[in-house]
């Protein structure tokens, strides 16, 4: 039988980052995509202080598009760019549809290397959270369904959480790691979708819609 949890909504879920992690105007999506992941990185409580007390700046560059963003760590804060305009301390090539894996060996201080994809690796959060703040950044958007289902295998059986209220519905079915990734944010929804590990049910302009509230998590939450 299956276990339904019905979550609340509530404003403020996860508090706010102490470190100050800037993005440049008009961020193309690599820069933003950064951006976000850094900061779910301060949330779960990485530390960043030996990064910014040497001032190091990394070079993120795309495997298979022309994609490239920098990081600068300075004692004062986190800026993120377009590019890789000056001669970064280490260099890494990753796969920006696999959470940054590398994609080929770094250039530079591999201790540096090390530092900043465990920075650009934050821990999951749980499934049944990832799907509340996904709901609460993107429940305005004009089109979402009234309620948002997410459901996975659990230990004891089919387990779902439902979120909102009204006669449109959407699901999502998949287990527990991936739900996460794409509610936080970690994964794209489309390439999820593409390799068979989700399962939906709803109407192809909803899927439009949950696709456009997916890139909102991913890039500007």
Do not use: C
């Amino acid at each position: 039988m299956a276990e339904t949890t019905t979550a609340p909504v509530t404003a403020g879920a996860r508090e706010p980052a102490e470190v100050d992690i800037r993005i440049e105007d008009d961020a193309s999506p690599i820069v933003r995509l950064i951006g976000r992941t850094l900061r779910d990185s301060a949330r779960a409580g990485y530390a960043f202080a030996p990064l910014q007390e040497r001032g190091v700046t990394a070079g993120i560059r795309s495997h298979d598009t022309p994609q490239a963003a920098t990081i600068s760590f300075a004692p004062d804060g986190i800026q993120v760019s377009s590019g890789v305009l000056v001669e970064p301390d280490v260099t890494l090539t990753v796969d920006l549809n696999a959470r940054f894996a590398p994609a080929g060996d770094p250039t530079g201080d591999a201790d540096l290397a090390a530092g900043i994809l465990a920075a650009l690796s934050p821990p999951l959060p749980d499934w049944r959270e990832a799907a509340q703040r996904f709901w609460e950044v993107s429940r305005s958007m004009p089109g979402i369904p009234d309620v948002l289902v997410a459901v996975t295998e659990g230990p004891e059986g089919l387990e779902q959480v439902v979120v909102g209220a009204g006669t449109t519905r959407y699901l999502i079915a998949g287990a527990p790691d991936t739900l996460a990734g794409v509610f936080s944010g970690a994964d794209d929804l489309i390439a999820v979708l593409s390799s068979g590990a989700l399962g939906i049910q709803g109407t192809l302009s909803q899927l439009s819609v949950m696709v456009g509230a997916s890139w909102k998590v991913r890039f500007d939450d």
